[in-house]
């Protein structure tokens, strides 16, 4: 079993900063992928950035250029920062990893987070 907690969230005024942290744990052997989700009430989950131990980057168009992501796959730890922020980022944020894992499937397996709240106030 693996788990994912996430550190940061909260409220913040527009144009501010948050930076979410999170930290895989478990049955880890190794990381495929690492990153953070958002879920707006009525809305669907969607990606907002990703990163690869190889050092490959993916963000949605509405945070490119205000956020940044980082991975530790040592640390099985993923950061993202964001600032900038706009009353649209307003929403849950959940920490997502694909792992494999020790003595598991021969096939990854995904996690999630349970979520952070990220409220920005305009």
């Known amino acids: 079993q693996v788990q994912l907690v996430e550190f940061g969230g909260g409220l913040v005024q527009a144009g501010g900063s948050l930076r979410l942290s999170c930290v895989a744990s478990?049955?880890?052997?190794?990381?495929?992928?690492m990153g953070w989700y958002r879920q707006a009430p009525g809305k669907q989950r969607e990606l907002v950035a990703s990163?690869?131990?190889?050092?490959?980057?993916q963000y949605a168009d509405s945070v490119k250029g205000r956020s940044a992501i980082s991975l530790d796959s040592t640390l099985n730890t993923v950061s993202l920062q964001m600032n900038s922020l706009k009353p649209e980022d307003t929403a849950v944020y959940y920490c997502?990893?694909?792992?494999?894992?020790?003595?598991?499937?021969?096939?990854?397996?995904?996690?999630w987070g349970n979520g952070t709240q990220i409220t920005v106030s305009s």
């Open positions: 990163s690869t131990p190889g050092g490959g980057t």
């Open positions: 997502n990893a694909e792992v494999q894992e020790l003595l598991g499937p021969f096939h990854a397996t995904e996690y």
């Open positions: 478990g049955r880890i052997f190794s990381l495929n992928v």
